[in-house]
């Protein structure tokens, strides 16, 4: 009888453990629904659309949210080395502030549904925001484990949560509190622009798996844009309209490059076409109605379809790699 001893793995026992390896990029899927329960929301308005689509997608958003926010704080507890080695990851690092950015979009999700709750969501998500804006943005400025290669417009994610603010602010908090955010998101925008146009124009181009955070780039003008008109009582001055077109300009022109976006994969960076296609399209079909542009209207109507179609590819697409084992592994 053999008394050869069974060979010992050096991996941890934990190693193959679904929830060590569950990934905060995960709460872009609730970024990316609620964003489409918004742009139905605006539909309904705008185009007649059926209310109850914008409702339920909103209801969802908030299940999917809570289900994430239970299995991410799961792995917190359970996991802690492996949480911080995701949060000290110099690109994964952006993702964390899709936590409190969820909150706030579902607080305008549910503010004519259920006003208390948008209430306790925008403030709790404001606070969280806040938090992980002056984290990030100071592990940045010590950037003793970055390079050029870890900037990506996922860097946008703190940002962008600073300029979505007063959408529901203007309801719910001091107009003071919603230009602060509004002037740090904007201005710290325009700054992150230029470092990615330097890293675009001068260095190699960004990984292909995250090639798709490029449509980041058409969110911080077109959430600047719904948020400045409720700052500005929903006038379209001048200024608003720079920041449409500058959002519709980015949107044409990532439109442009799709024969190189088509070669892609599936990852679950995909989800970064989800919500910034939402913006744009809430912004359409807001500058179309207060303008009265019957081409901008059906420009948002048209985008409308496409995103929401595209939200339903993103669904199978990441389910499908669930199944597969393909999402919650290592890095």
Do not use: C
């Given at each position: ?20 390896h569950f990934p905060i990029t995960l709460f872009a899927t609730i970024m ?12 309904a308005q705008v185009l007649a659309m059926p209310p109850g689509v914008g ?87 010590h950037h003793t484990h970055y390079q050029i290669q870890h900037s990506t ?179």
């Amino acid at each position: 009888m053999s008394t050869t001893p069974a060979p010992h793995s050096a991996e941890p026992a934990h190693a193959s453990s679904w929830l060590a390896h569950f990934p905060i990029t995960l709460f872009a899927t609730i970024m990316g629904t609620t964003g489409l329960a918004i742009a139905w929301h605006k539909s309904a308005q705008v185009l007649a659309m059926p209310p109850g689509v914008g409702i339920g997608l909103s209801y969802l958003a908030l299940a999917l949210f809570i289900v994430l926010l239970l299995g991410y704080g799961a792995k917190m507890v359970r996991y802690p080395g492996e949480f911080l080695d995701e949060f000290n990851h110099p690109v994964r690092i952006s993702f964390f502030p899709a936590i409190s950015i969820s909150a706030i979009l579902l607080s305008i999700a549910f503010l004519h549904i259920l006003p208390s709750l948008s209430w306790a969501l925008w403030w709790g998500g404001v606070a969280l925001h806040l938090v992980f804006t002056l984290v990030i943005m100071s592990s940045w400025i010590h950037h003793t484990h970055y390079q050029i290669q870890h900037s990506t417009p996922a860097w946008f994610i703190p940002v962008v949560g600073n300029i979505l603010v007063p959408i529901a602010g203007m309801t719910h908090g001091s107009p003071e509190i919603s230009w602060f955010f509004f002037s740090v998101g904007l201005v710290f925008w325009i700054v992150l622009l230029t470092v990615m146009m330097n890293r675009f124009f001068f260095h190699p181009p960004v990984a292909t798996k995250l090639l798709p955070t490029l449509f980041i780039l058409i969110a911080p003008p077109a959430v600047g844009f719904l948020s400045y008109l409720a700052l500005d009582g929903g006038v379209v001055d001048n200024f608003a309209r720079v920041l449409y077109y500058v959002g519709l300009f980015t949107t044409l022109l990532l439109f442009y490059q799709l024969p190189q976006f088509r070669k892609v994969p599936f990852f679950m960076s995909w989800w970064a076409y989800s919500f910034p296609l939402a913006a744009i399209t809430i912004a359409s079909l807001s500058m179309g109605s207060i303008i009265g542009s019957g081409f901008l209207i059906g420009l948002g109507g048209t985008l409308l379809a496409l995103t929401t179609a595209l939200i339903a590819l993103l669904v199978v697409l990441t389910l499908k790699a669930i199944a597969d084992g393909k999402v919650f592994i290592p890095e």
